[in-house]
């Protein structure tokens, strides 16, 4: 039998992250298959640098604010994604989800085709420049 070690590293809101190994022994095909991450990989939106540059700019500008709602779009994020709904007077976050929906996959999936674009490399998170 083969195994191997994974690095995990997941941050968190800035003052605290994690990182920690997996050891990894026998076959986990069954576990990309079961999430379907060929899919998933394949329908991440490539950006540029500067569409990257751009949207690191504006949450600079609310870094450390009160008492406002994020208006992005939540129409390419994974169903399942929890996403920053507001954050009131006193600074406490707010969290919402995409709803978990095999139709609003099928549907988010198609929309993505559509609107990819070419010509970009893919970095971690799901944000290709």
């Known amino acids: 039998p083969t195994s191997s070690q994974v690095l995990m ?4 809101s800035g003052l605290a992250a994690t990182m920690f190994t997996l050891k990894v ?7 990309a298959e079961a999430s379907e991450l060929e899919l998933r990989l ?11 540059s751009s949207t690191l700019a504006d949450r600079e500008t ?8 994020p208006s992005s779009s939540t ?3 994974f169903p399942g994604t929890f996403y920053l709904g507001n954050v009131d007077k006193f600074g406490r976050r707010s969290y919402k989800r995409v709803p978990v929906s095999p139709f609003r996959w099928v549907a988010a999936a198609a929309s993505l085709r ?3 674009l ?3 490399v893919c970095v971690v998170f799901g944000v290709c420049v």
């Not at 590293?9 to 968190?12: C, D, I, L, N």
């Not at 394949?42 to 990257?52: D, G, M, S, V």
């Not at 609310?62 to 709602?69: Q, V």
């Open 62 to 69: 609310k870094y450390g604010k009160f008492d406002w709602t």
């Open 25 to 31: 022994a026998g076959d986990t095909s069954h576990i």
């Open 75 to 77: 129409e390419e994020l």
């Open 118 to 120: 070419g010509g970009g």
């Open 114 to 116: 559509r609107r990819r």
């Open 9 to 12: 590293f997941s941050f968190g």
């Open 42 to 52: 394949k329908e991440r939106i490539q950006r540029t640098p500067e569409e990257f």
